[in-house]
């Protein structure tokens, strides 16, 4: 119920307020098991891409968006459900383990995911290398790879800034990428970083961004 009144009622007035461009939703497949493999550059990009996509796409998100308390935590976790995010500890030691279980169980319900594959937003626009988790989800799953361009949600959203602007923003989907058959005999780990890497050509193709050839890294803590 929440993600259809948010579907019904929220992301129409968020379309009407940002105009989005979007390009390629026939692309996206309307049922079975599907990864959406986007670039990252914004906090609003998991808002943005759920919210023109043709079905519900979900994302892992930190698991304190969901523990705030009083009126303000309360709103922000009923959004945050109500949009398909799944809440995930990142700061465990086996983060990245666990979010690829989840990743898997989504997967394997026939459910759209969503991942980035730099795995962090890039802090200055230029689009760095996959980490090969999304590979191994696709490579596991059988699930065709959707690849995602995003341009602009910088300027609704940029980083450090924790409230959102009216600005425009362009979304495009791309044709699907299957690798199972194309890789089936290839060892694993040759096959997860070919896969990747052929996963972030299409990202650069939709997307344009300069490359910065090297592994994005997440800031120091503050």
Do not use: C
Not at 64 to 80: D, Q
Not at 145 to 167: F, H, K, L
Not at 186 to 207: F, N
């Amino acid at each position: 119920m929440l993600y259809l009144t948010s579907r019904m009622v929220v992301a129409p007035a968020l379309r009407a307020v940002f105009r989005p461009t979007v390009e390629g939703r026939e692309n996206v497949p309307r049922t079975g098991a599907v990864i959406l493999a986007s670039n990252h550059l914004s906090f609003v990009d998991s808002v943005v891409i759920p919210m023109v996509a043709p079905r519900q796409v979900h994302f892992l998100a930190k698991s304190s968006y969901f523990t705030g308390t009083g009126l303000k935590g309360a709103a922000l976790r009923m959004w945050m459900t109500s949009m398909g995010m799944i809440p995930v500890e990142r700061d465990d030691t086996r983060a990245a383990a666990n979010s690829l279980e989840i990743a898997l169980r989504v997967l394997n319900e026939g459910k759209a995911f969503g991942i980035y594959p730099e795995g962090t937003r890039s802090r200055d626009g230029r689009l760095y290398r996959g980490r090969t988790g999304v590979a191994h989800l696709a490579l596991e799953t059988g699930a065709p790879v959707v690849p995602v361009g995003i341009e602009g949600t910088p300027d609704i959203q940029p980083i450090g800034s924790n409230r959102p602007r009216v600005a425009h923003a362009t979304i495009r989907f791309g044709e699907p990428l299957r690798f199972v058959e194309r890789y089936a005999g290839v060892p694993a780990g040759k096959a997860r970083r070919q896969v990747t890497d052929e996963i972030m050509d299409a990202i650069h193709e939709l997307t344009g961004q300069e490359r910065a050839g090297t592994y994005n890294e997440h800031p120091p803590a503050t």
